[in-house]
């Protein structure tokens, strides 16, 4: 364990490369932190810590950065810190981003993500969460301009979805009034993951009555367009943004580096992986540099933050960037994110 004089250099070198990029020296620290020691004893202090591997010497200069175990060591200390879970970080206030009626869950993440994004001026990235639990409530076609229909699927949780399809003739608003009554009729009730498994093994309308039956062809047509819609909705969607933001940072100068990163952001089953690798009850998980396990991220670091419904995780938010991140503000933003985020579930899913 480091003594605090050993942690006050330590935590003065972080917070000076995190703000600089440059490696730290000596005087550096004795000028911009009022330790109340002498350069002489930072130095002998700074050659310490690299002795035992919380700084690392940059080869032809003269100053340190840190190492990840310098990091790992700064940020737990930070999670334990009641100043920093106390400390307030402006409201975000989601719940204006959507109503509860008929709101699309897709837009509202993406808005999410963006909304982050800008704010940090880093990568972000959310997972949405799944609805295979939620109940087709009602089903309504309506006429588009031209030969399309547009189907607005709606869940009792409120929730809407509205796929198109394209018809090769025109159909009558009475004619689909009919068909959005046979549909509702037989799949409401039905929870997504049913319905998803009942569809995909090619369900098809029977009629018990004859005078609907001419519209069996019309309505086996439109089954698949519910299945691709649905499908969203029970698997876990990833939502990016801000993902050029990696390139204002000076490590990822080197274009080949960061497209090898941007690749790797790009295959949603790795991401899947990672986040799931990262998943925790704690408020706030962070990876730090050689943590992850796969090669393209392993000089980034990940901080990561459950949201909810309730005592239920709902999904997870997070920000990507490089090992010297802005931890202790980012920590805050995404604490103070993801409490707005459970506001907004909260008031769209009234638990």
Known sequence: M????KLKVLYAIIDSYIDSAEPVGSRTISKNFNLGVSSAT???EMSDLEEQGYLNKPY?????IPSEKAYRLYVDELLKSQATIEKKSKDFDIKNMTSKEGYDIEDFMQNAAKFLSVFTNYTSIV???KFQDSIIKHIQLIPLEGLGVLIVIVLNNGMVKNPIYKSTK????NDLNTIS???SEELKGINLEELFIKLENGYSYKDDKKEPHKYKELIDSIFPIILNSIEDLITIELYFEGLTNIFNFPEYKDIEKAKSLMSFIENKDLILNMLANTSSNEDVNIIIGNENIYSPIKDISIITTNYKTGDKIFGRVGLIGPMRMDYENLINTLKRFSKDINEAMNFLFDE
């Open 2 to 5: 480091l003594d605090e004089r």
């Open 42 to 44: 930072i130095r002998n």
């Open 60 to 64: 032809s200069s003269a100053g340190r």
């Open 127 to 129: 997972a949405s969460p």
């Open 170 to 173: 025109k159909i009558s608003s």
């Open 181 to 183: 009554n046979i549909i």
